[in-house]
């Protein structure tokens, strides 16, 4: 029999994230015979999740075997790799993420993973998923974890202070970037090849090349830039003409590390369409569920970006298997931003692990831009860490988003108030 193992999904109640994954899961054979363990603290959507699983799972004939509990730690008994997508209170405090700093004067985007926000994300996230990997380094300490939590960089550099556990972010940001290319190029996607290295949510595009012959569409790009529609994602396009590389992923995700974001739009999420797009959704998986309405086709086929399960199949079988983009301790892979910092680079997967692809020294003033939002993003940790109000404030005041110590402290004292069940020290 061919290798199988035990995959562990911790938050498989996420209706959003789930069906991507169970696309992937289900529409190939390639993890026949493995278990598939659905964990979440929510009984009904895991009831949910849990029973369009059999139904995809039967559709595709993957062959999975399906579990599902509301018990953590029973899970993790023999897992060979854990994946993990959970938030607290999602909407409710990231909205608060986003208006505290707003009534304050403080212009950003989108609150969530950098800026104020970022800040606040990751002190009431980094408590729960450490919980969760220690849970990890206790039950199944060779598993490999994969992080689907923002903010990735901050989760990646937190459990790698404080755990053993082997940690990769995923993210499929330098595909959103990769789209953004396409529609200034004209080009499909599946054409378009890009590399990329740096932070989560804020890479640089090394290459750009069309997959068939490898030719540099980077003059390209260029030349049809100058002219392209100037309200397409005009931040991006500012930052490109300036530094020479394309960054991603999009004007409202870069956005969150610069003091000038706010020029890309200052909407936010649009928590409204999600709340509405999140009963669609529901309303649909419950009839495929029942059979009163079909499975959509695109349910059956692999999903747009996500790569966790292509990490777990060029793991488990050897495939060496590149993944265009992951976050990991960097290591001296790219140089110039410190070692324990959590990066973003290419990667290959196979049964020996994961391993990072350096493609070198990016452009000095890019690498110092970076620097700015490493310095951030360590000290945000470390509050997180120590459950620390006072470094809490330290990591807000050298944020370039910040531009007032007044309301650095009165958005400190409003959103830890918010905040204060999930605040705790890890260390």
């Not at 495939?319 to 990991?328: A, H, N």
């Not at 692809?357 to 860490?385: F, H, M, N």
Request: negative net charge.
């Amino acid at each position: 029999m061919a290798n199988v193992t035990k995959i562990v999904f911790i938050g498989a109640g996420s209706a959003a994230f789930g069906l991507s994954l169970f696309q992937d899961l289900f529409s190939s054979t390639d993890l026949a015979g493995s278990t598939l363990t659905l964990v979440d603290t929510d009984p009904d959507a895991l009831a949910r999740m849990t029973a369009l699983a059999g139904v995809l799972n039967r559709r595709g004939g993957a062959g999975l075997i399906l579990e599902s509990t509301t018990d953590r730690k029973a899970a993790l008994v023999g897992a060979g790799f854990v994946l993990c997508a959970v938030a607290i209170d999602r909407n409710r405090l990231w909205k608060l993420d986003f208006s505290v700093p707003k009534k304050h004067g403080i212009r950003h985007t989108l609150g969530e993973n950098g800026g104020p926000g970022g800040l606040f994300f990751t002190l009431r996230t980094l408590p729960l998923i450490v919980d969760i990997a220690r849970d990890v380094e206790a039950l199944c300490p060779d598993a490999l974890f994969l992080n689907l939590s923002n903010p990735e960089s901050r989760i990646v550099l937190g459990l790698s202070r404080c755990t053993s556990v082997r940690a990769l972010g995923l993210c499929h940001g330098i595909f959103l970037a990769r789209w953004f290319v396409c529609q200034i190029l004209g080009m499909p996607e599946k054409e378009v090849d890009v590399w990329g290295a740096g932070l989560n949510h804020f890479q640089w595009l090394t290459a750009i090349r069309e997959r068939a012959t490898g030719r540099d569409l980077y003059p390209l790009l260029r030349a049809r830039e100058a002219t392209h529609d100037p309200a397409f994602t005009p931040l991006t396009r500012r930052m490109f003409r300036a530094f020479g590389l394309w960054p991603t992923c999009s004007d409202d995700h870069m956005g969150e590390y610069l003091p000038y974001g706010w020029e890309g739009g200052e909407h936010g999420f649009d928590f409204d369409n999600d709340e509405r797009g999140r009963v669609i959704l529901r309303d649909l998986m419950d009839g495929v569920i029942d059979g009163t309405k079909p499975i959509p086709e695109d349910w059956t086929k692999p999903s747009w970006g996500e790569r966790a399960v292509a990490v777990i199949e060029g793991v488990l079988h050897n495939r060496k298997r590149f993944i265009e983009s992951g976050i990991v301790v960097n290591r001296g892979v790219l140089p110039g931003l410190p070692d324990e910092l959590a990066v973003e680079v290419p990667l290959i997967a196979d049964a020996a692990g994961v391993h990072p692809v350096s493609l070198g020294r990016l452009p000095d003033p890019i690498v110092k831009l970076l620097s700015i939002q490493a310095a951030v993003q360590q000290v945000a940790v470390e509050a997180a860490l120590h459950g620390s109000k006072e470094l809490a404030l330290q990591a807000l005041l050298i944020d370039p988003v910040i531009t007032s110590t007044d309301a650095a402290v009165a958005i400190l004292d409003e959103l830890w108030e918010a905040n204060r069940p999930y605040i705790r020290p890890c260390l």
